[in-house]
C-alpha cells in the first residue's frame, strides 16, 4: 500500500510561485510513475505533469514552460515548482502514483492518490 502526502499549497498572488510537494509511503514508490493532477471548480480533474520512475518527464500544456517536476527518490518525494501563475491554475491538486505492469498476460495496475491541497491564485 502506498500513501500520498501533499504540502505546500494556499493562496498565492498572481505572478507568483508555487512550491508543493507529496512525500509518499510504501515499499513500491521508486518504481511508480509520479505525477501531479489538479481539478479547477466545477471542472474535471486533469493532467499538470508526470515524471517516470526513470526520470522522464510530461507536462501538460498549459504549465509547459512555467512548471517543473522532480522526485527525490531517497525521500520518496515527488515536487512541482510553478512560477507565472494565473487566476486557472486555481484548483486542488492531487498527487498521484501509478504503474501498469503486464505479466504472463494479466494487466497489473498500481494506482494511488493523495488527499488533494487547495491552491488558490489571487490578484
Known amino acids: 500500500q502506498v500513501q500520498l502526502v501533499e504540502s505546500g499549497g494556499g493562496l498565492v498572488q498572481v505572478g507568483g510561485s508555487l512550491n508543493l510537494s507529496c512525500a509518499a509511503s510504501?515499499?513500491?514508490?521508486?518504481?511508480?510513475?509520479l505525477g501531479w493532477y489538479r481539478q479547477p471548480p466545477g471542472e474535471k480533474r486533469e493532467l499538470v505533469a508526470m515524471i517516470s520512475s526513470g526520470g522522464s518527464t510530461n507536462y501538460a500544456l498549459s504549465v509547459k514552460g512555467r512548471s517543473s517536476i522532480s522526485r527525490d527518490n531517497d525521500k520518496n518525494t515527488v515536487y512541482l515548482q510553478m512560477t507565472s501563475l494565473k487566476p486557472d491554475d486555481t484548483a486542488v491538486y492531487y498527487c498521484?502514483?501509478?504503474?501498469?505492469?503486464?505479466?504472463?498476460?494479466?494487466?497489473?495496475?498500481?494506482?494511488?492518490w493523495g488527499q488533494g491541497i487547495q491552491v488558490t491564485v489571487s490578484s
Open positions: 510504501g515499499t513500491i514508490v521508486s518504481i511508480l510513475g
Open positions: 498521484r502514483g501509478y504503474k501498469a505492469t503486464m505479466t504472463d498476460g494479466q494487466l497489473y495496475e498500481y494506482d494511488y
